[in-house]
């Protein structure tokens, strides 16, 4: 049920906040595509477009006159030729250098960004005859995660100098790298800090190696401005721009499950090498903590196990593991990295390719850290049993296994599982784990847990950086708000922007009844406040205050509310959540669940 409330009666209370509208509100067209549908897409590198000027790099004498851009947040400059750029969204340093004669590249956010329709999302191109060259990818988001959806743009102008604009909510779950380049195999420099602004440079070659999980630059302008040593001169700059943002979480979100999906090799080093996870066995649950494990080398005595490419073995340990699906007598050892009380070979799309999917429906329980590994081209799985004060104790380890790749070469990774017959603890411990990424089938990683059959998707997290929690014998789902569009509001226009609910339960068992409420307010509790004292706990509160609501009354356990911006509401952030009802003792003894927060930024763009 949609319910419109006009925002006329509430302007008067929202202050107006000072700040640089950064973005080119003029977009141009979505850029052309040969090969398909233009301006959308994952891992397209468009056709080559004039820039309508020439655009100076690498000293006075090399200008650039052509732009090919990629999906990927990257920008190859060339003089009509195609740039021969790679469509890769996990770039390394030798990508943003480029090699001998490579193209120069310009890359606000060079990750793997994908467009969806359901988003109206698609990259953008603004060329005027003498510039800027202005490129926007508008109603972005990274591959394979929902949320954020963001806005950045790079605007290329004629003397040299750029600038690169982020929407407020721009983020990444791995490593981003945002630079400018002269390509052609340039010497390496020093990642800088972008954020901080102040850095200069006496060579066309300026970038940051965003931290794993981290982006800093949301909200912020990054100028470059060409420098007489030949270089850059880097500065920042605030920019506010309208945009939705998730904050907190709702209840009650459990999952049987829980994993970190890596889609790309390349990105996993950097995360597993030399890390370990610990999986604290408390009866009918898992207790996870990042860290606390060690490798224990192989000794004289560990068995070679006859795993070859793709495939896996039994074995029967000495006593059996005990599990919240109770003791497993057998252990079955699949090649690529998962540990599970029954076959998993038969796991989709393919057990070679690490599948967040695959995983939530594998037909066995299973411990992973699932990737195409092959013993065929090198390395083995040893397995032995050692009897320590903690109990008796199976190490399943791969050592030296050959990560697959095309062609086959030296790309050894060293991985321990370790899980304790005595107690039914299981720990991972990465050693080394090898980042070639070129493998036509895939070179993702998938860490986690799963027990037999479907289960919920929690979602992928880093596990590096997520508290230590404790695992659920539930599957339920937390009741969620989403927003859209974009609360854009200028001196002739607004928005009505739809406020979603989903998963709401029903307010009495059967009755096929669902009711509730969304509530706005211009504070939030930053963390939230649990909802314990009231029956509600493992509830949190995000809003400050009601200071106004609009209630739901659906027969889903979808609905919707409408919030109509008129013209003229100043910069301001309006925070959101959902509120549903149901019978007392069912859920909790209040018999409410709330959603997570919505942070709304109202904008003119």
Not at 79 to 86: A, D, F, I, R, V
Not at 280 to 300: D, I, N, S
């Amino acid at each position: 049920m949609i319910r419109p409330i006009p925002l006329v009666s509430v302007v008067s209370l929202l202050a107006s906040l000072a700040s640089a509208q950064c973005f080119n509100t003029t977009l141009g067209s979505l850029v052309p595509n040969s090969a398909g549908a233009p301006g959308v897409g994952d891992d397209v590198v468009f056709d080559v477009v004039p820039m309508n000027f020439a655009f100076p790099i690498n000293g006075s004498t090399a200008t650039f006159t052509h732009a090919q851009v990629s999906t990927n947040g990257v920008i190859y400059l060339t003089n009509g030729t195609p740039s021969g750029g790679t469509n890769s969204g996990y770039p390394s340093l030798a990508d943003v250098q480029g090699i001998a004669g490579a193209a120069p590249r310009i890359a606000p956010m060079w990750i793997d960004l994908d467009f969806l329709a359901a988003n109206n999302g698609g990259v953008y191109i603004n060329n005027p005859v003498g510039g800027p060259l202005t490129v926007t990818w508008q109603n972005a988001q990274e591959w394979d995660e929902p949320w954020p959806v963001y806005t950045i743009q790079a605007q290329l102008f004629s003397n040299g100098n750029v600038v690169f604009v982020y929407g407020g909510n721009a983020g990444t779950t791995l490593n981003a790298v945002t630079a400018v380049s002269a390509g052609n195999g340039i010497t390496a420099t020093a990642s800088v800090d972008l954020s901080a602004g102040g850095n200069a440079g006496t060579t066309d070659f300026m970038y940051e190696q965003q931290p794993f999980g981290v982006f800093d630059l949301g909200g912020r302008s990054v100028t470059f401005t060409r420098n007489a040593g030949g270089g850059y001169t880097q500065t920042t700059g605030t920019c506010v721009n309208a945009f939705h943002q998730k904050y907190g979480n709702g209840c009650y979100d459990s999952s049987d499950s829980f994993y970190q999906f890596f889609p790309d090799a390349s990105t996993a080093p950097a995360a597993l090498n030399g890390q370990s996870m610990v999986m604290t066995f408390l009866g009918t649950e898992y207790l996870v903590q990042w860290g606390g494990a060690a490798y224990v080398p192989p000794t004289a005595g560990a068995v070679a196990l006859p795993i070859t490419d793709d495939s896996e073995t039994s074995v029967l340990p000495s006593l059996p593991l005990p599990t919240p699906s109770g003791p497993q007598t057998a252990l079955f050892i699949h090649g690529n990295g998962m540990i599970s009380a029954a076959s998993n070979n038969a796991i989709l799309p393919q057990n070679y390719a690490p599948d967040p999917t695959g995983f939530l429906n594998a037909p066995a329980t299973a411990f992973f850290s699932w990737h195409d590994y092959n013993t065929s081209e090198g390395g083995q799985i040893l397995y032995e049993e050692v009897t320590t004060t903690a109990g008796t104790i199976a190490y399943i380890t791969w050592d030296n296994v050959e990560n697959y790749s095309v062609p086959a070469g030296p790309n050894p990774s060293t991985l321990q599982f370790q899980l304790n017959l005595t107690t039914g603890t299981v720990s991972i411990v990465w050693v080394t784990i090898d980042g070639n990424n070129t493998s036509a089938f895939g070179s993702g990683h998938l860490i986690g847990y799963s027990t037999a059959g479907p289960s919920s998707d929690p979602g992928s997290i880093n596990l590096a950086t997520t508290p230590p929690f404790v695992t659920s014998s539930l599957n339920s789902t937390a009741i969620e708000l989403e927003a859209a569009p974009a609360p854009v509001s200028t001196a002739s226009s607004g928005t009505a922007v739809t406020y979603t609910t989903t998963e709401m339960p029903e307010f009495v068992s059967g009755s096929g009844l669902f009711v509730g409420l969304t509530a706005f307010s211009l504070g939030q509790i930053p963390g939230g406040f649990d909802l314990g004292v009231l029956g509600a706990p493992g509830c949190s509160a995000y809003v400050q205050s009601l200071d106004f609501t609009l209630t739901m009354v659906g027969t889903t356990s979808t609905n919707t509310v409408l919030l109509s911006l008129p013209a003229g509401v100043p910069q301001v952030k309006i925070f959101a959540q959902s509120v549903a009802l149901t019978q007392p003792g069912v859920l909790n003894a209040f018999g409410l669940t709330v959603s997570n927060g919505i942070l709304s930024q109202v904008a003119a763009f």
